[in-house]
């Protein structure tokens, strides 16, 4: 039974008849009557029966006019406990923030209390405005941290890929036209052109001989053979053309296998005076295992928030990084 005594205590109060909102004037005149003339616990009581356990009216300035004398009522019977939560009540509702106290119509205890209360909330709204600020600026040096965090991973992780390899040349390699040893001395456009240019040059000069040698000089013996047995059936001037034309074949083949020749004893020249010992070239290589995972999400492996020293200053906090070879793989150590 005992356990139900604080809801039926509240349920009486909510019960207890209240003064409807169009007599409420009439209730605060009452009460600030009872108040001026000195009887301050019937106007404690008139003035509570109208603000409490919520006001009576919707009016702001008379509710705001109501707490007033309702806390000056509790200085006045020495119940200070109760005058500093109406004065923090009055000082806190959104209502009365315009509202001011006028010290010549109140004793200067109501006047210091409420001095006091007020000094109070602008503390406490000092310190929480402080924490706000406070929280804003952990919550954004968190994020800067997190992100610098996030970027080194992901640079360690691009380190790790990387291969620094080095490749020995020769210059017997150099010698090998077709742009080979162009490439094997990193000079790639070079190499393309040498390659592409002796490429297309030998091509043609095969293309003519086999079309010289396989199909113009058979035709030039055989019709010439033809010719000189039988002369009134084929006649000089075709011979003479078909002559012409395996001259001009032969020609054009023995042009373009000495400009081949040209091209690459020009490329192999090249390659020998531009010849490159060592060649340093960075390739990328896969991640070992154990840094796969970190690769895919670095956001995932941050540190326990409770591992974090929410007493270290900032100054202090230095992301440390290792990456440290472990075996035939490689493993990445992160702390902050």
């Known amino acids: 039974m005992s356990r139900h005594l604080p809801a039926l205590a509240v349920l009486a109060l909510l019960a207890t008849p209240r003064p409807a909102a169009a007599d409420a004037i009439e209730s605060f005149l009452d009460g600030r009557a009872a108040y001026q003339s000195g009887d301050y616990p019937r106007a404690v009581v008139l003035l509570e029966d109208l603000l409490l356990p919520v006001p009576a009216s919707d009016d702001a300035l008379l509710v705001c ?46 006047v210091t209390l409420y001095d006091e209360v007020r000094a109070v909330l602008a503390e406490e709204e000092r310190e929480a405005e402080a924490r706000r600020a406070a929280a804003e600026r952990e919550e954004r040096r968190r994020l800067v941290a997190e992100g610098a965090r996030v970027a080194t991973i992901r640079e360690l992780i691009e380190v790790a890929q990387e291969q620094v390899v080095e490749d020995r040349n020769s210059r017997w390699v150099a010698l090998v036209p077709f742009g080979v040893g162009q490439f094997r001395n990193g000079h790639r456009r070079a190499g393309w052109f040498f390659a592409v240019s002796e490429g297309l040059l030998a091509g043609a000069t095969l293309g003519t001989f086999i079309y010289h040698q396989f199909y113009l000089q058979p035709r030039v013996e055989r019709f010439a053979a033809d010719a000189n047995a039988m002369p009134e059936l084929f006649p000089t001037l075709r011979t003479t053309q078909l002559t012409l034309a395996e001259r001009r074949a032969r020609i054009s083949n023995q042009v373009l296998w000495s400009s081949t020749v040209a091209v690459a004893v020009a490329g192999v020249i090249d390659a020998q005076v531009r010849y490159v010992p060592v060649r340093t070239e960075l390739r990328r290589r896969p991640l070992p295992d154990t840094l796969q995972a970190v690769e895919e999400d670095p956001d995932a492996f941050a540190p326990p928030e409770e591992a974090l020293d929410e007493n270290v200053s900032d100054s202090q906090r230095s992301p440390e990084l290792r990456l440290q070879v472990l075996g035939l793989g490689m493993g990445l150590r992160l702390s902050f």
């Open 65 to 110: 006019q109501a707490r007033k004398y309702l806390m000056a009522g509790y200085v006045l019977v020495r119940q200070e406990g109760k005058a500093r939560q109406e004065a923090r009540l009055l000082l806190s509702d959104a209502g009365c923030r315009g509202s001011t106290l006028d010290r010549a119509a109140f004793p200067e205890a109501v």
